[in-house]
């Protein structure tokens, strides 16, 4: 998973990010998924937009016009880079890779909206709208956001986000009550429960994904454990070690 685009060598969560993530070789692209004030899904990560470009302001209190005048290459090389739509990264990705939508709808941040999950429902939507050909994730650390969208689409994966102080296996009791498919827990949470989390998890048929991890031996020795997926910043470094285990296999 190539964790906002190939993050390390481009600005996050741009479509350039997304095409070096698929020229790497990348099996799925993460992206964050926010709210403008008009109601139009876009890509960003941070409550604010200062975080990644050249402006200011919350997201949720921007329109798209506004947004779509920001440079989210913030000065990087190779020139402006410009925030896209949801709709404009699944249509680039569509039938080229898969795609791990994060929902950004967290407790304590002013945009936060639960129960009435704007963000999980307009994702669904435009998964829907732009047709998309290939593998669809819907992740988020809110479980009421999952939880919305296996309401209204059962068809869709789901994926239960979890920092490293939780405890993955109570992570993964939950995502098993609740029929989602993929517990998603930080890497150091990983590390310290060991490949036993992964035979548990196997046995229900869920899937475990991990982040956010780019040394190449850290990658390795998730991959021999039998993990289903790491994010990693460098999917040209990911990639290589996925696909010595493919060959192994």
């Not at 998973?1 to 790497?24: D, Q, V």
């Not at 898969?98 to 999950?117: H, T």
């Not at 994966?157 to 939780?166: K, S």
């Amino acid at each position: 998973m190539a964790h906002r685009g190939a993050s390390a060598a481009h600005p996050e969560n741009t479509l350039e990010a997304f095409e070096a993530a698929i020229e790497a070789g990348a099996d799925v692209v993460e992206l964050d998924v926010r709210m403008t004030a008009d109601d139009v899904p876009v890509v960003m990560h941070d409550l604010d937009v200062a975080s990644t470009t050249d402006g200011q302001g919350l997201v949720h209190t921007l329109t798209l016009a506004e947004i779509k005048r920001l440079d989210a290459a913030a000065g990087r090389d190779g020139g402006p880079a410009g925030v896209p739509t949801l709709e404009e990264a699944l249509t680039l990705l569509s039938g080229r890779c898969g795609v791990d939508i994060e929902i950004k709808n967290l407790p304590g941040e002013p945009s936060f909206d639960s129960p009435v999950e704007a963000a999980a429902e307009a994702s669904v939507r435009t998964v829907d709208r732009v047709g998309y050909d290939g593998f669809v994730l819907v992740s988020s650390f809110n479980w009421l956001s999952i939880e919305r969208v296996r309401a209204m689409a059962p068809g869709l994966a789901t994926g239960f986000l979890v920092t490293a102080v939780i405890d993955p296996r109570a992570a993964l009791a939950y995502v098993r009550q609740q029929g989602h498919g993929y517990v998603l827990p930080q890497s150091p949470a990983v590390f310290d429960a060991g490949p036993d989390l992964m035979r548990e998890a196997h046995a229900d048929g869920i899937q475990v994904g991990t982040w956010t991890v780019d040394d190449p031996q850290a990658i390795e020795r998730l991959f021999s454990w039998g993990v289903d997926a790491v994010a990693s910043n460098r999917p040209d470094v990911a990639v290589g070690v996925r696909d010595r285990f493919r060959n192994d296999g």
